[in-house]
T-cell receptor, first 111, second 115 residues
Framework: GEDVEQSLFLSVREGDSSVINCTYT??????LYWYKQEPGAGLQLLTY?????DMKQDQRLTVLLNKKDKHLSLRIADTQTGDSAIYFC???????????FGAGTRLAVHP | DAGVIQSPRHEVTEMGQEVTLRCKPI?????LFWYRQTMMRGLELLIY????????DSGMPEDRFSAKMPNASFSTLKIQPSEPRDSAVYFC?????????????FGPGTRLTVL
């Protein structure tokens, strides 16, 4: 089945760019997602990319997909303290109609 | 739309008691999912429904857990009897179409503490 892995922690300075990386195993995943979870809250859909795309930009967010390496990244430009949260990568488990989540990357933004 | 609604937001109970968590999906969504989030295991899919019918319950940890969806606007997750290791945040999510073609929207979660 699908396995999704992420680094657990990232610390950046306010105003810098953040890059959160994710790898997945199921090459048939159709959609790949990024969710954001703030303390005590549910998961908020940030953005997604369809598997036939290699890049998607949405304001400060850029998603890059390397299908060959099964690698997904989320870049946040001009990172702000309000971006501090846990970011989850998720991939559709192609044969099972399920969304498989990574462990989440905790992003800490400091002045 | 108000989004996915879950109740209660917090639940504290004693070991052995029955716990019922509730979820109202977004109107018109055909799929409903129950997840559990813990520090040790991350976010796990417990069960999902399509048009009120349970499709995959392979993530349900054991017989103490049961889920129902009596109609398109309501689902419950029941734990009986509850144990301390069930302490977690339980999320409900819904989507308009199948996971492979549509996005899931999450509720705020129910934080369950079993003493």
């Amino acid at each position: 089945g699908e396995d999704v892995e992420q680094s657990l922690f990232l610390s950046v300075r306010e105003g810098d760019s953040s890059v959160i990386n994710c790898t997945y195993t199921d090459s048939s995943s159709t959609y790949l997602y990024w969710y954001k979870q703030e303390p005590g809250a549910g998961l908020q859909l940030l953005t997604y990319i369809f598997s036939n795309m290699d890049m998607k930009q949405d304001q400060r967010l850029t998603v890059l997909l390397n299908k060959k390496d099964k690698h997904l990244s989320l870049r946040i430009a001009d990172t702000q303290t309000g971006d501090s949260a846990i970011y989850f990568c998720a991939a559709v488990s192609g044969g099972y109609n399920k969304l498989i989540f990574g462990a989440g990357t905790r992003l800490a933004v400091h002045p | 739309d108000a989004g996915v609604i879950q109740s209660p937001r917090h639940e504290v109970t004693e070991m052995g008691q029955e716990v019922t968590l509730r979820c109202k999906p977004i109107s018109g969504h055909d799929y409903l999912f129950w997840y559990r989030q813990t520090m040790m295991r991350g976010l796990e899919l417990l069960i999902y429904f399509n048009n009120n019918v349970p499709i995959d319950d392979s993530g349900m940890p054991e017989d103490r857990f049961s889920a129902k969806m009596p109609n398109a606007s309501f689902s419950t997750l029941k734990i009986q009897p509850s144990e301390p290791r069930d302490s977690a945040v339980y999320f409900c999510a819904s989507s308009l179409r199948a996971v492979s073609t549509d996005t899931q929207y999450f509720g705020p979660g129910t934080r369950l503490t079993v003493l």
